[in-house]
């Protein structure tokens, strides 16, 4: 069958088969564009919806295929998260914050430090950055403890966050470090592993959900966001074209 037969034709009714032989007459015959003029407003903003949500579509499908491969990785990495996160505080040390500054019962500065399988893991992850650090060159401690220490002593070098007497220092994206006032914490508090422990067990039912949330996620993204999405593209279109047409119109109308 010769190629040009496989053409739209705006006498069709508005079918599957109508629109994707519109789709293909759009692409494989551009001379064919002035029958689409004979096609009435509703009909082409249908068309340009249906042709985004089915652009949408196909994009959110190598999404989705591409989540599904890694999933099983994601499971494996919750669950050394789960097993791992039980140790990261450790047994003998007690913070307290009280009138707005810190104390221990350890020797300090006082270090803490990431598992060695997440060091390994971010270090091989190029391009990934945490607070403006990229985890590829993340400091030898995570965590250090020093209550004689200044704020302007901390060093994005050696650890990732300092904790002082009166405050904690964070890299930041935009400057070089940011401070946390601890005068800011109304209520004072005591830190150490039981407490930890009762945070850790709290949390452990929303860790294990994380690979179901993700996939209950990614799904409807897959099934709801190109309706929605290509709905706002089209509006979008819509005011775009409503403001050229305006502007169009008053130049010729002060034309005449």
Same mark, same amino acid.
């Given at each position: 069958?010769?190629? !040009?037969?496989?053409?739209?034709?705006? /006498?069709?009714?508005? #079918?599957?088969?109508?629109?994707? %032989?519109? *789709?293909? &007459?759009?692409?494989?015959?551009?001379?064919?564009?002035?029958?689409?003029?004979?096609?009435?407003?509703?009909?082409?903003?249908?068309?340009?919806?249906?042709?985004?949500?089915?652009?949408?579509?196909?994009?959110?499908?190598?999404?989705?295929?591409?989540?599904?491969?890694?999933?099983?990785?994601?499971?494996?990495?919750?669950?050394?998260?789960?097993?791992?996160?039980?140790?990261?505080?450790?047994?003998?040390?007690?913070?307290?914050?009280?009138?707005?500054?810190?104390?221990?019962?350890?020797?300090?500065?006082?270090?803490?430090?990431?598992?060695?399988?997440?060091?390994?893991?971010?270090?091989?992850? !190029?391009?990934?950055?945490?607070?403006? /650090?990229?985890?590829? #060159?993340?400091?030898?401690?995570? %965590?250090? *403890?020093? &209550?004689?220490?200044?704020?302007?002593?901390?060093?994005?070098?050696?650890?990732?966050?300092?904790?002082?007497?009166?405050?904690?220092?964070?890299?930041?994206?935009?400057?070089?470090?940011?401070?946390?006032?601890?005068?800011?914490?109304?209520?004072?508090?005591?830190?150490?592993?039981?407490?930890?422990?009762?945070?850790?067990?709290?949390?452990?039912?929303?860790?294990?959900?994380?690979?179901?949330?993700?996939?209950?996620?990614?799904?409807?993204?897959?099934?709801?966001?190109?309706?929605?999405?290509?709905?706002?593209?089209?509006?979008?279109?819509?005011?775009?074209?409503?403001?050229?047409?305006?502007?169009?119109?008053?130049?010729?109308?002060?034309?005449?």
């Amino acid at each position: 069958m010769p190629a !040009e037969i496989l053409c739209y034709d705006p /006498r069709m009714k508005h #079918t599957f088969r109508s629109f994707v %032989l519109r *789709i293909w &007459t759009s692409i494989a015959h551009p001379s064919r564009y002035r029958d689409f003029q004979k096609e009435s407003f509703w009909a082409s903003v249908r068309y340009l919806y249906w042709l985004l949500t089915l652009t949408v579509f196909v994009t959110m499908l190598t999404v989705l295929v591409g989540f599904f491969i890694s999933l099983p990785g994601i499971r494996q990495g919750v669950v050394v998260v789960e097993k791992d996160l039980p140790t990261l505080y450790p047994a003998e040390l007690v913070v307290t914050l009280k009138d707005g500054t810190i104390s221990t019962n350890v020797e300090e500065p006082y270090f803490i430090d990431l598992p060695t399988r997440w060091q390994e893991f971010l270090s091989r992850q !190029e391009g990934m950055s945490i607070e403006g /650090r990229e985890t590829a #060159t993340l400091p030898p401690h995570f %965590l250090t *403890i020093d &209550t004689h220490a200044d704020v302007g002593e901390y060093s994005p070098a050696e650890s990732f966050i300092l904790v002082t007497q009166t405050a904690v220092v964070l890299p930041d994206s935009d400057t070089s470090y940011r401070v946390l006032p601890l005068g800011q914490i109304e209520e004072d508090f005591t830190m150490k592993k039981e407490v930890y422990d009762k945070l850790v067990s709290a949390v452990s039912p929303f860790i294990q959900a994380i690979p179901s949330l993700l996939s209950a996620l990614v799904v409807a993204g897959f099934l709801l966001l190109p309706f929605i999405g290509s709905a706002f593209a089209v509006i979008g279109y819509l005011l775009y074209l409503l403001v050229a047409a305006t502007v169009a119109w008053g130049i010729a109308a002060l034309m005449r």
